[in-house]
Each structure stands twice: as structure tokens, then as C-alpha cells.
């Protein structure tokens, strides 16, 4: 089965801080995935990338940014903190559209 | 138009009931469909996909997509109160990088 491994499960950061999430896929999948998710509003796309070094821009990429230096690492990065940015984020990869994606577990992040 | 729609619920079945989720989609040019469960606090987890008119069927799950009506739904036999969950319909769009538009998920309650 295809791994999808976020290195905190919660997390509680302050105001201001820069703040990284760590995600690592052990399947070789080529597309990763960010996205948050907060109660009425679904999951939301931030960022993605396709390839090595290659990111795009999702829905709300307002605030983040991301880091692929090698295939299996997707970094989700948090420039300056703020409280709305409060939420679950929720990492995936793929092997194609197709075949849906993999999410790992999740992180609950807090910023106070 | 929202490109996924759900209905938030929540639905109520009875436990043995047959619990019908419903989705529909705004890309007419979608080829491939997937369903999530996720339960509260967890991360989404794939449990049924469908690329053909017609009906799909995977123990008590059922998936059914009529693409000419832009609609897919999900069937629940003999629902249990583990089926408690949200679950989550995913549209491949056919339109640039092919991503996965999810919808905001509808609750199911099965009542013992």
C-alpha cells in the first residue's frame, strides 16, 4: 500500500512564526498535494507540483508556499502564521489523476 | 455553479437501510469519479472509483454514474453504524493539469 506520511499529527505554533510541514510518499507517485480543510468549506487546494522542483498554485495559495527538492518530499511552508490559518492540512500524492490520490493522516495545526 | 455538489446532510438511515449518497458535477468532459469516506478527525480514504456509464459494485458499496445527467451517486447496502462518516465525491476535471475537484462531503448517521 501506498504511504503517505505527515511528520505531525498536531501542532500549535504562535503568531509570526515560519512554520513547516513535512510530507513523504514512499511509492515513487509523481504529483503531491496540499490542501486544507475547514468545516463547511471542504478541502482546498494550496499548492501541488507535478515533478522535482515543479509547484503550482492552487485555490488559496495566499500565505504558503511549497518546497519539492527531491520526489518523495512535499513541504507545505507557512512564510508568517496568522490565526486564520488555523486548520487541518491534509498532504496526497498520485500516480496519475486516474487513480485517485492517497492522503496521509493529517496534521491539526493551531496558531495562537 | 459550484464544480462538485453535494448535500451536507446530514442523512439518517436506520441500520440494514440503504443509504444513497448523491453528487453532481459541472465538467461535462470528467472521465473519472471517485468516492471518500472520512470519519471525524481522520484523513479521507478512497473507497470506490468509476470511469463507465453504468453501475460499480464492490461488496455493500455501489458507485453509478450517468454522465449525460453530470451525476454519480453512491449506494450503501445494509448500512452499519461503522458507515457513520462523511463521505467526500471526487471529479477528475478535464480541463489544464488534471486535479481532483472534491465536493464538501455529506454526513451519514446510521442509527442501531
Known amino acids: 500500500d501506498v504511504k503517505v506520511t505527515q511528520s505531525s499529527r498536531y501542532l500549535v505554533k504562535r503568531t509570526g512564526e515560519k512554520v513547516f510541514l513535512e510530507c513523504v510518499q514512499d511509492?515513487?507517485?509523481?504529483?503531491m498535494f496540499w490542501y486544507r480543510q475547514d468545516p463547511g468549506l471542504g478541502l482546498r487546494l494550496i499548492y501541488f507540483s507535478y515533478d522535482v522542483k515543479m509547484k503550482e498554485k492552487g485555490d488559496i495559495p495566499e500565505g504558503y508556499s511549497v518546497s519539492r527538492e527531491k520526489k518523495e518530499r512535499f513541504s507545505l511552508i507557512l512564510e508568517s502564521a496568522s490565526t486564520n490559518q488555523t486548520s487541518m492540512y491534509l498532504c496526497?500524492?498520485?500516480?496519475?489523476?486516474?487513480?485517485?490520490?492517497?492522503f496521509g493522516s493529517g496534521t491539526r495545526l493551531t496558531i495562537v | 455553479q459550484k464544480e462538485v455538489e453535494q448535500n451536507s446532510g446530514p442523512l439518517s438511515v436506520p441500520e440494514g437501510a440503504i443509504a444513497s449518497l448523491n453528487c453532481t458535477y459541472s465538467?461535462?468532459?470528467?472521465?473519472?469519479f471517485f468516492w471518500y469516506r472520512q470519519y471525524s478527525g481522520k484523513s479521507p480514504e478512497l473507497i470506490m472509483f468509476i470511469y463507465s456509464n453504468g453501475d460499480k459494485e464492490d461488496g455493500r458499496f455501489t458507485a453509478q454514474l450517468n454522465k449525460a445527467s453530470q451525476y454519480v451517486s453512491l449506494l450503501i447496502r445494509d448500512s452499519q453504524p461503522s458507515d457513520s462518516a462523511t463521505y467526500l465525491c471526487a471529479v477528475l476535471m478535464n480541463t489544464g493539469f488534471q486535479k481532483l475537484v472534491f465536493g464538501t462531503g455529506t454526513r451519514l448517521l446510521v442509527s442501531p
Open positions: 465538467d461535462r468532459g470528467s472521465q473519472s
Open positions: 511509492m515513487d507517485h509523481e504529483n
Open positions: 496526497a500524492s498520485s500516480l496519475a489523476g486516474d487513480y485517485g490520490y492517497t
